[in-house]
């Protein structure tokens, strides 16, 4: 890997074995960006890839077609990376090169989350200095590439070096110009309960934009955006993902230029944002990630697990095995008392089950969701020995205890709320919007983190805690900062989330051993950010196994697997009503951070005994299926969608985990192969089936000795038997382990 500076030809060449990135500094001091793409020579002048615009109708002549850092108002009329407000009120920005720097290393980005390496050797970093004299707009641009990945992240930090106050309209992290635009667009779009679904859209002129003015990333839309070829497939084509490490408000947007050329930029949501700085004041945006893969979906998705997977996430349990847990939301909801929780507990725990989550209702006075936001002391009524006695009787059964906090919120039936009703976001003089009976403390105001640091750590504090789950159930309306004067009011959402990142911060610092898990109404906040802080979120409420399929199936274009909490629950779905079979259930759970959310006492004899086998299974594979490279192989995109196959697949590639996946049964089935891939063609695997005791047509035709050549080549056989599929019903799944042999 290396940053190269040519002085003569004014080129940066950023460079490692999977890509280059190059661009140059025109002579009248603008960034021109000339290359994206496979890795170039080092050496050569990549100029000659500059095109100008037709200086013609109102353009200046001789303006680059692809711009590093486009800002408004000096004729490119395309969308901005960066609109300053001078003192005049102006947004004309002529950012000019001053200077730059190279480091080896990737430097931390003050108060935000961002990529991390341990050994400088793992990334080199590219600084330069821009500035706009009139405006005293200074800009440093920093360019990351990694040694090992075909990605790069970015971000801006942009200081007043004038003399009046400069207010910032809008400020992209990352912004890139791609000279066609024969792509598709990709993206996880969803809904609470069916979240990140993969979406597909051809690009045309104009824009095309996903974002949220939310207060977090928001169910909605995940804070990236992916280009594809038309003929991009899984395994081979081009793919560039952008990807925010941000968790509010925030736009990913395209644009097709009258040139046929495309534009795309990531950063926060210019729509509910404006910083004022004062002379001498900085600002520094949230950092993008940009990967390029020439391998497909698959091998951008790999650079991104393998980014997020181990250098966002951080902490004691990044690369530590998640214990298997048991949630009892689902399955007593707020009617708990200590020996219900005991009783699931002690059933869990002769299963195999790690860890014991109590969920929402066990402080305050909550016994629904109309109150107790923000009181964060034990409910004695449901459990007289406290927290501590309650984890103490956990741990005495041989399971660790975690618990469910919602620190951003608060209850307008809440004793913190009859103390400070002044510490929900609001405007005054207007009604506040209730969602879920609840309001939001307004995390921008520094005492209101510092009261929610101090409460937060006494219940943590006050017994065995080893998991946090952390909750965000609504969304922000009124926004308002009620300590901000009036035109700052722009800057409220940001300081929002960097109230939210300090908590976490400080949490995580003084609890390094507690493993926490994000959560937002399912995954309403499942985004990079948040990964920074909590290396595992909860993918989604709906637990249902065929929705699930396209939930983790999307979510995993972007996010590793260690990321992905994902539960078996009971019968008929509370989502959906359905009825799936257990082990289908597990076997979909088994892809993701495994466990349980349901009440384990109303478990069968017979139950008991499958979940014990899941359970035993799972601790077997989980090396492979939290921290194996994972590789999608047939999605709810494909043919009619009725089969879903997928695998993770060990470093060494000394081993494998394949789940396959059929939704509705069909009589009569043609014979039906699934290709593997990622595995070692040398290599013979030894093809085993999960359940164990299942030995049917499909079982009987995998199992041996099978040559890595041939699973590659020909598959695994789905050649079922008609007399027994007749006989197995809607929603069959089954899990194949291969081990190499010799
Ligand atoms: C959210 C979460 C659930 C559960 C409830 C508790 O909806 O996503 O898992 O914790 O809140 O109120």
């Not at 520094?284 to 997977?309: K, N």
Request: charged share 25%; hydrophobic share 40%.
């Amino acid at each position: 890997m290396t940053i190269g500076w040519d002085e003569q030809t004014r080129e940066f060449h950023l460079r490692n074995e999977r890509l280059s990135y190059i661009f140059r500094v025109l002579a009248g001091g603008s960034l021109e960006h000339l290359y994206l793409g496979p890795a170039l020579a080092a050496g050569p002048s990549y100029g000659h890839l500059g095109r100008r615009e037709f200086g013609g109708f109102a353009n200046r002549l001789d303006d680059p077609i692809a711009l590093e850092l486009p800002t408004a108002g000096r004729g490119d009329f395309r969308m901005a990376a960066l609109v300053v407000e001078g003192t005049d009120g102006s947004t004309v920005l002529d950012l000019r090169y001053v200077s730059h720097r190279i480091e080896r290393g990737k430097p931390a980005i003050p108060g935000l989350p961002a990529t991390y390496v341990e050994m400088d050797d793992e990334a080199d970093t590219l600084e330069i200095l821009l500035r706009d004299e009139p405006s005293g707009t200074e800009v440093r641009l920093l360019t990351t590439i990694f040694r090992d990945m075909p990605a790069l992240a970015r971000s801006v930090v942009v200081r007043n070096a004038g003399a009046g106050p400069l207010r910032i309209r809008t400020v992209m992290s990352a912004s890139l110009d791609l000279p066609d635009d024969d792509w598709t667009l990709v993206h996880l779009s969803g809904a609470w309960a069916r979240e990140r679904h993969i979406v597909r859209q051809p690009l045309g002129p104009g824009r095309q934009s996903f974002s949220s003015g939310r207060g977090a990333s928001g169910h909605e839309h995940d804070p990236s955006l992916i280009l594809v070829r038309p003929t991009t497939t899984e395994a081979s084509g081009e793919a560039v993902g952008f990807s925010l490490v941000y968790s509010g408000d925030f736009l990913a947007e395209a644009e097709v230029h009258l040139y046929g050329t495309t534009r795309v930029r990531l950063g926060i949501d210019p729509e509910t944002f404006t910083w004022t700085l004062d002379p001498g004041a900085e600002f520094a945006s949230p950092e993008a990630i940009v990967v390029y893969s020439d391998t497909g979906l698959g091998g951008m998705s790999d650079a991104f697990h393998r980014l997020y997977r181990s250098r966002l996430a951080r902490g004691s349990w990044r690369d530590r095995d998640r214990p298997v847990l048991i949630n009892n939301w689902e399955g007593t909801y707020f009617d708990f008392d200590e020996d219900r929780l005991v009783a699931i507990a002690t059933v869990a725990r002769e299963v195999g089950v790690e860890l014991f989550v109590l969920d929402d209702g066990w402080f305050g006075a909550r016994d629904d969701d109309t109150s107790s936001l923000g009181d964060w002391w034990v409910d004695r009524r449901k459990l007289p020995a406290g927290l501590d006695g309650l984890a103490h009787r956990i741990e005495g059964l041989g399971l660790l205890f975690g618990l469910w906090i919602e620190p951003e919120m608060i209850s307008p039936r809440s004793r913190l709320f009859a103390e400070h009703p002044d510490w929900a976001v609001g405007v005054p003089g207007r009604e506040r919007t209730e969602s879920r009976q609840q309001l939001v403390l307004d995390l921008g105001r520094p005492e209101i983190v510092d009261h929610l640091f101090e409460a937060l750590s006494q219940v943590l504090s006050s017994a065995p805690i080893s998991y946090v789950k952390w909750d965000m159930n609504r969304n922000i309306t009124e926004p308002y900062g009620s300590t901000l004067p009036a035109d700052r009011q722009g800057e409220f959402f940001h300081r929002y989330i960097l109230g939210v990142y300090e908590l976490y911060r400080r949490l995580t610092a003084a609890f390094p051993e507690i493993l926490f898990e994000s959560c937002a109404g399912g995954g309403g906040r499942f985004d990079p950010g948040l990964l920074a802080f909590a290396p595992q979120a909860w993918t989604s409420d709906d637990t249902d196994a065929v929705e699930r399929l396209s939930i983790q199936w999307g979510t995993s274009l972007l996010y590793p697997l260690s990321s992905m909490g994902a539960h078996v629950s009971a019968v008929p779905n509370h989502q959906t009503g359905r009825i799936t079979p257990l082990a289908t259930r597990a076997a979909t759970a088994f892809f993701g951070v495994f466990g349980y959310e349901l009440d384990a006492t109303r478990w069968t004899a017979e139950e008991r005994a499958a979940v014990a086998d899941q359970i035993a299974f799972y601790r077997a594979q989980r090396e492979v299926l939290q921290r194996g490279r994972f590789v999608r192989l047939v999605g709810p995109e494909d043919g009619d969608g009725n089969l879903v196959a997928w695998m993770a697949v060990a470093a060494d590639r000394r081993r494998a985990v394949v789940g396959i996946y059929r939704i509705l049964n069909r009589p009569n089935p043609g014979p039906r192969r699934i290709r593997l891939r990622g595995l070692d063609p040398a290599a013979t695997y030894r093809v085993s089936t999960w359940p164990a005791g299942d030995d049917d047509a499909v079982s009987r035709a995998n199992q041996g000795l099978r040559g890595g050549d041939v699973l590659r080549r020909v598959g695994l056989v789905l050649d079922a038997d008609r007399h027994e599929v007749s006989a197995e019903g809607d929603f069959w799944a089954r899990v194949f382990v291969l081990d190499a042999t010799g």
